[in-house]
């Protein structure tokens, strides 16, 4: 196993917008910068990603691509994709990764680092679900509801807060159907008020997504019943992956997301985050990014002792 002979400023964790943002701003600060990216993004399956100003529609590994192109132009910053972080251990002057593809060949060491890991997603079991993901099935309302508006809309989950994305998304259509899929996530007080509201609730467990090459038509329950859509929308469960922290632990919340103040310092000094990982659930890539740029002054201004507005 090798490792650096000059220790990095910042280890960034995760090339995603958040990550590969502050990389950027990191870069122009002249901050030597390496960036592990294990380049497996949660959004692999979507076809375009929206509500990014001056990229609305590009695909996301489009966006990815262009940043890491940008990137080109600052020698102190380095990305390795296809890289995975094994273990991350805390050191007298930083931090030390283990770093490689299948298995650790490599070490960074650096003075602070950036988590900008993201989320891992799980779908709901519902068959062949995955073969209409991210083209007519979708996470994200901010993300992709306005091409989907005034269309006859699913909404699949099994998660406690389905009532309330069913209100949120009901503000793009006025023919949502909420699918349980067999649980519990929709009570009877919260279905009574989405019937009056004009949304239906199915809960009969899904057998089958009616489609094709991605396209859903309809989805079959298991009492028989079939209900025409035109797309709609899935409640993934989201959880961050922490597990290569090495003899150290970041506050985390109840559902697994990391701890952070304003300015994205966790509770451990020199460690930071951004994007996903530091959120109760997904961003839109402009928000993450955004996150990205203002972790990366923070980082700047600590590194100096200096507490100037951004």
Same mark, same amino acid.
Request: aromatic fraction near 4%; proline fraction near 5%.
């Given at each position: 196993?090798?490792?650096?002979?000059?220790?990095?400023?910042?280890?960034?964790?995760?090339?995603?917008?958040?990550?590969?943002?502050?990389?950027?701003?990191?870069?122009r600060s002249l901050m030597r910068v390496?960036?592990?990216?294990?380049?497996?993004?949660?959004? $692999?399956?979507?076809?375009? %990603?929206?509500?990014? *100003?001056?990229?609305?529609?590009?695909?996301?590994?489009?966006?990815?691509?262009?940043?890491r192109e940008e990137l080109h132009a600052y020698p102190d910053v380095?990305?390795?994709?296809?890289?995975?972080?094994?273990?991350?251990?805390?050191?007298? %002057?930083?931090f030390s990764a283990s770093i490689g593809r299948r298995e650790p060949t490599d070490t960074?060491?650096?003075?602070?680092?950036?988590?900008?890991?993201?989320?891992?997603?799980?779908?709901?079991?519902?068959?062949? *679900?995955?073969?209409?993901?991210?083209? %007519? *099935?979708?996470?994200?309302?901010?993300?992709? $509801?306005w091409e989907l508006r005034d269309r006859r809309l699913a909404l699949i989950g099994e998660s406690a807060d389905l009532a309330d994305r069913a209100r949120l998304i009901a503000r793009w259509t006025d023919d949502l159907t909420v699918f349980t899929h067999g649980s519990v996530a929709v009570d009877a007080a919260e279905e009574a008020?989405?019937?009056?509201?004009?949304?239906?609730?199915?809960?009969?467990?899904?057998?089958?997504?009616?489609?094709?090459?991605?396209?859903?038509?309809a989805l079959r329950l298991a009492d028989g019943e079939v209900v025409t859509i035109d797309g709609g929308f899935v409640r993934p469960h989201w959880e961050t992956d922490l597990s290569f922290l090495d003899g150290?632990?970041?506050?985390?919340?109840a559902d697994g997301h990391l701890v952070t103040?304003?300015?994205?310092?966790?509770?451990?000094?020199? *460690?930071?985050a951004a994007g996903d990982a530091a959120t109760p659930g997904p961003q839109q890539l402009i928000v993450a990014a955004g996150a990205g740029?203002?972790?990366?002054?923070?980082?700047?201004h600590d590194a100096v002792g200096v507490s100037t507005a951004h």
């Open positions: 196993m090798t490792a650096d002979a000059v220790p990095h400023d910042v280890l960034v964790i995760g090339g995603g917008p958040a990550g590969l943002s502050a990389a950027l701003n990191l870069g390496v960036v592990i990216d294990a380049d497996r993004p949660r959004n $692999a399956a979507t076809v375009n %990603s929206h509500g990014f *100003l001056t990229r609305d529609g590009v695909p996301p590994h489009e966006l990815r691509k262009l940043a380095d990305v390795r994709t296809r890289m995975r972080v094994f273990s991350l251990q805390r050191t007298e %002057s930083g960074v060491e650096a003075r602070a680092v950036l988590l900008a890991t993201g989320l891992r997603e799980t779908l709901p079991d519902v068959p062949n *679900l995955r073969g209409f993901y991210g083209m %007519s *099935l979708f996470s994200c309302a901010a993300c992709d $509801a008020e989405l019937i009056a509201a004009g949304v239906a609730v199915r809960r009969h467990p899904i057998v089958e997504l009616v489609g094709d090459h991605g396209r859903i038509e150290f632990r970041a506050t985390v919340d103040d304003r300015d994205g310092r966790t509770d451990v000094p020199g *460690l930071y740029a203002r972790v990366a002054a923070v980082m700047v």
